[in-house]
């Protein structure tokens, strides 16, 4: 069982997005902003394209803003990106606000299911009101293909974090807030929470990247679709990255999928997973993937899926970059091993690691369970104290 708002619903084996529960009850059609033009789209990673004042219910009065800016895609090519600016109510303080950004966990992998067409968008980033109470910026992306009309690389971590960076830069030139931020993420989210970790130096340089925040993150790939295959969750999470990942990369979806399967796999791909009607809509074509789906089941064996699960799955986070990571015991689609193995890794090498378990937690409630704990962790970091760790406890 999963809530949002208040009210507790089934959802399919608590699947990734369960954080945006009720994200299409507003969302709506997508819009010109998103579409620009290829002389609009030329230029530096980091500078805007367009923007927009958005009138969505934020806490304290915030301003939110809609953005359509550059980032750089796989191929080194310039891509848009659009997201939302959260700007605390007031003039900035003479030291400058920080940034936080934050990185939602799936909602999709087609262009209409960008959190930022949502009208409860603000109230799904976790942690946002106090967030805004403390006065921090929050720049939420959508990651590319999500809003502007390509396809989203799902679970491809440079492609996430470079859109995470690229928000980071459009939430100071916004403002003029300082280069010091923190990342936040669940899920899809936590993954391209640790990859902003892993390229903020190379990428992003001029930035200060002071802290990263995940909470059920998708690291080990290979061993999380192994383990989630047979439930409902982990169908619909290998579907949609089998689809984009043959799109993205021309991986051979159809030498691993049943040819009966290929429209099942097609329509699960083209619908979002942002609300219970969603979730609902999706359990017929996600039990029909139970009689018909992979002609090879252990396709993350085989190439090119073995190779490009190992790139994206993240690796250790260079020093002296601290971590806060979160993970519910009772989840079922990022099993608590995986996570505790992701701790142990970042341990071994050295880092300081925060964990914050909760045994009861499944995977769609572990980001609203933790997120106070997580913003205090990341005001630790603003304020320069020292990074606490669970590491050997």
Same mark, same amino acid.
């Given at each position: 069982?999963?809530?949002?708002?208040? &009210?507790?619903?089934?959802?399919?084996?608590? !699947?990734?997005?369960?954080?945006?529960?009720?994200?299409?009850?507003?969302?709506?059609?997508?819009?010109?902003?998103?579409r620009?033009?290829?002389?609009?789209?030329?230029?530096?990673?980091?500078t805007?394209?367009?923007?927009?004042?958005?009138?969505?219910?934020?806490?304290?009065?915030?301003?939110?803003?809609?953005?359509?800016?550059?980032?750089q895609g796989?191929d080194?090519?310039?891509?848009?990106?659009?997201?939302?600016?959260?700007?605390?109510?007031?003039?900035?303080?003479?030291?400058?606000?920080?940034?936080?950004?934050? @990185?939602?966990? *799936?909602?999709?992998?087609?262009?209409?299911?960008?959190?930022?067409?949502a009208?409860?968008?603000?109230? $799904?980033?976790?942690?946002? &009101?106090?967030?805004?109470?403390?006065?921090?910026?929050?720049?939420?992306?959508?990651?590319?293909?999500?809003?502007?009309?390509?396809?989203?690389?799902?679970?491809?971590?440079v492609?996430?974090?470079?859109?995470?960076?690229?928000? #980071?830069?459009?939430?100071?030139?916004? *403002?003029? +807030?300082? @280069?010091?931020?923190?990342?936040?993420?669940?899920?899809?989210?936590?993954?391209?929470?640790?990859?902003?970790g892993?390229?903020?130096?190379?990428?992003?340089?001029?930035?200060?990247?002071?802290?990263? +925040?995940?909470? +059920?993150?998708? *690291?080990?790939?290979?061993?999380?679709?192994?383990?989630?295959?047979?439930?409902?969750?982990?169908r619909?999470?290998?579907?949609?990255?089998?689809?984009?990942?043959?799109?993205?990369?021309?991986?051979?979806?159809? &030498?691993?999928?049943?040819?009966?399967?290929?429209?099942?796999?097609? /329509?699960?791909?083209g619908?979002?997973?942002?609300?219970?009607?969603?979730?609902? /809509?999706?359990?017929?074509?996600?039990?029909?993937l $139970?009689?018909?789906?992979?002609s090879?089941?252990?396709?993350?064996?085989?190439?090119?899926?073995?190779s490009l699960?190992?790139?994206n799955?993240?690796?250790?986070?260079?020093?002296?970059?601290?971590v !806060?990571?979160?993970q519910?015991g009772?989840?079922?689609?990022? &099993?608590?091993?995986?996570?505790?193995?992701?701790?142990?890794?970042?341990?071994g090498?050295?880092?300081?690691?925060?964990?914050?378990?909760?045994?009861?937690?499944?995977?769609?409630?572990?980001?609203?369970d #933790?997120?106070?704990?997580?913003?205090?962790?990341?005001?630790?970091?603003?304020?320069?104290?020292?990074?606490?760790?669970?590491?050997?406890?």
């Open positions: 069982m999963a809530r949002c708002g208040g &009210r507790r619903f089934l959802t399919l084996a608590s !699947f990734l997005v369960v954080g945006f529960c009720l994200l299409s009850a507003g969302a709506r059609a997508q819009k010109p902003f998103y620009a033009t290829s002389q609009e789209i030329a230029g530096k990673p980091g805007l394209i367009r923007q927009q004042p958005v009138d969505l219910p934020a806490p304290f009065g915030a301003s939110v803003v809609r953005v359509l800016y550059r980032s796989l080194g090519e310039s891509i848009p990106v659009s997201g939302v600016i959260v700007v605390p109510p007031g003039p900035m303080p003479s030291e400058g606000r920080p940034i936080v950004a934050w @990185a939602h966990p *799936t909602t999709g992998v087609v262009p209409r299911c960008a959190p930022s067409l009208m409860l968008l603000i109230q $799904q980033i976790q942690g946002v &009101r106090e967030m805004v109470r403390r006065g921090y910026i929050v720049a939420a992306t959508d990651y590319p293909g999500l809003g502007t009309p390509e396809t989203h690389p799902y679970l491809v971590g492609s996430e974090a470079r859109a995470v960076l690229d928000s #980071v830069r459009i939430a100071r030139l916004l *403002t003029g +807030a300082p @280069a010091r931020f923190a990342v936040w993420g669940h899920s899809q989210g936590g993954q391209a929470a640790l990859f902003t892993l390229i903020a130096k190379g990428y992003a340089p001029e930035l200060d990247l002071v802290g990263v +925040a995940a909470a +059920a993150p998708a *690291t080990d790939l290979a061993n999380l679709l192994a383990e989630d295959i047979d439930t409902n969750g982990g619909n999470l290998t579907a949609m990255t089998l689809w984009s990942w043959s799109r993205v990369f021309g991986a051979p979806i159809d &030498r691993v999928v049943d040819p009966a399967a290929v429209p099942i796999v097609d /329509r699960l791909a619908e979002c997973i942002e609300s219970i009607y969603d979730i609902l /809509r999706r359990r017929g074509p996600t039990r029909s $139970q009689q018909a789906f992979l090879v089941k252990d396709f993350y064996t085989t190439e090119p899926w073995r699960m190992a790139k799955t993240p690796g250790v986070l260079p020093p002296p970059l601290p !806060f990571l979160a519910g009772a989840d079922d689609l990022v &099993r608590p091993r995986v996570t505790l193995n992701y701790m142990k890794r970042l341990c090498a050295g880092r300081k690691v925060q964990m914050d378990f909760v045994p009861a937690a499944g995977h769609g409630l572990i980001a609203s #933790v997120a106070l704990s997580a913003v205090q962790w990341m005001a630790d970091r603003f304020a320069g104290r020292q990074a606490p760790s669970d590491c050997g406890s």
